[in-house]
């Protein structure tokens, strides 16, 4: 199997909360184990980064 990899930035929408970002990443936690993707989400108040690893069929 090939890796791939997609990596990509976006604006966070204004009155985000912690609890929402919490939220957020426990979702995609859960998505990303159920199709055998690894991931990083990094937030610093303005934007996410996110990077996402897995098989081709399932990074897209």
Do not use: H, W
């Not at 939220?23 to 991931?39: F, M, Q």
């Amino acid at each position: 199997m090939f890796l791939v990899r997609l990596v990509y930035a976006s604006t966070v929408n204004l009155g985000i909360t912690p609890i929402d970002i919490e939220g957020l990443l426990n979702k995609a936690k859960k998505n990303n184990e159920s199709v055998d993707v690894t991931g990083l989400l990094l937030f610093n108040q303005n934007y996410f980064l996110q990077c996402l690893e897995g098989s081709r069929s399932r990074v897209n």
